[in-house]
């Protein structure tokens, strides 16, 4: 088959790999998918017939940068114009443990084909932009059908990651989850637990970030009812507050949404944070909101919070912080908070203007105040100065401490 349009795919980086290994060497994976469907391409990777020291070799006399950054299991990353590009070389694997394999090396491109996961992952295409589609991948393309190449309990026994592969596919290419495939991945969940954890977070994160909303409730409740998510991290996810985060994401800048919705989508709590935190491998930023929210809602009843509360809290807290503070609570507790009102404390927050606290430590010195009291003082003051709409005067805070 030859697609003509795809030309408008192939970037110039990718014409001078073409040109330099000819009919040796094809793109295969998600790239191919995607050009078939006409999606964005973030990477290209390549599928060629050299041994990896021989694809060195060719790329070292184009005077290309390269870089064997899996050599041992065939890839060679070309850098050209600052950008990467793997090429790996074809071969057949074997003494799968569920993580880890032995490969050996082929010009077989049907070989290739055979061990890797989906058949819509394992097409190839060619300088000509000839399409090779050994396992009917364009029809499952079309039909919206996430279908393991082969026995699809030999795929995921090669490498347990593919259960998560399994449901993350399903949310970004197909309209509902096969139950076949389902039972077959859940009977191998437990085999999750020899996988490592980033890897894991790694493939969740992309479910989690799946464009079909409906497929990624329908998934994360399978994950809970399954006790999935109890296995991986000791912790239930809450798939109905994902639901409600889904009509509050609108408040929130595109740099905010995946760490939100991480957070809003585990049930954590002070007993359980810890281990979570090693489980799910939490970046500093999560671990940050998730300890604030908790200590802060521990403090405050954010259903009947008022303004004088908010200015205490934006003391010490930055307005975007606090805003998904506010978000991560009304997606946990949807009956406790209206959505107006939620509007409402987002606009307030947005709009206060808040001067600059009129007391400082050289203040309280000049008063003879020991330095390790101070910094009590200095928050006391705040809080004081907050609960009176920040409008106490300097000589007046001071008098308060007389």
Avoid: H
Avoid at 66 to 94: H, Y
Avoid at 186 to 210: A, G, P, V
Avoid at 236 to 255: G, H, M, P, R, T
Avoid at 279 to 307: A, M
């Amino acid at each position: 088959m030859i697609i003509n349009d795809f030309s408008n795919f192939i970037i110039q980086e990718v014409k001078i790999i073409f040109d330099i290994f000819g009919e040796d060497i094809r793109l295969v994976g998600g790239c191919v998918r995607d050009m078939i469907l006409k999606k964005p391409i973030t990477d290209f990777d390549f599928a060629c017939k050299f041994s990896p020291n021989k694809t060195l070799e060719i790329l070292n006399n184009n005077n290309i940068k390269a870089i064997p950054t899996g050599a041992k299991f065939g890839t060679i990353t070309a850098v050209i114009n600052q950008k990467n590009f793997q090429i790996t070389t074809l071969r057949n694997d074997f003494n799968y443990d569920g993580r880890y394999c032995e490969v050996n090396f082929t010009s077989d491109f049907l070989q290739d084909a055979k061990r890797r996961d989906f058949t819509i992952n394992a097409m190839y295409l060619d300088k000509n932009l000839k399409i090779y589609d050994y396992f009917n991948g364009l029809k499952d393309l079309e039909d919206k059908k996430i279908r393991f190449i082969g026995d699809a309990n030999q795929r995921i026994s090669e490498d347990y990651l593919r259960i998560l592969r399994f449901f993350r596919f399903t949310a970004n290419y197909s309209n509902e989850i096969d139950q076949e495939t389902l039972e077959i991945c859940l009977n191998y969940r437990k085999n999750l637990q020899k996988i490592s954890k980033e890897r894991i977070r790694n493939e969740f994160c992309r479910i989690l970030l799946s464009v079909n909303e409906s497929l990624i409730l329908k998934i994360l409740r399978i994950f809970n009812e399954s006790k999935l998510d109890i296995d991986l991290w000791g912790c239930q996810l809450d798939y109905k507050a994902v639901e409600n985060y889904l009509l509050l994401q609108k408040y929130l800048d595109k740099s905010s949404l995946k760490t939100v919705k991480i957070i809003v989508a585990f049930d954590v709590n002070n007993n359980n944070k810890n281990f979570f935190f090693d489980n799910f491998k939490c970046t500093k930023l999560e671990k940050k909101i998730i300890n604030i929210f908790l200590k802060i809602t521990e403090k405050y009843d954010f259903s009947s919070i008022d303004e004088l509360k908010i200015n205490q809290l934006l003391i010490n807290l930055d307005k975007i912080l606090l805003i998904k503070i506010f978000i991560i609570f009304q997606a946990k507790n949807s009956s406790k908070l209206s959505q107006n009102n939620l509007e409402n404390i987002i606009t307030y927050i947005i709009n206060k203007k808040i001067p600059r606290f009129p007391v400082e430590f050289s203040d309280l010195k000049k008063m003879n105040i020991e330095l390790k009291k101070s910094k009590n003082v200095i928050n006391n003051l705040k809080i004081l100065w907050a609960t009176n709409d920040f409008n106490i005067l300097k000589e007046e805070l001071l008098n308060k401490i007389k």
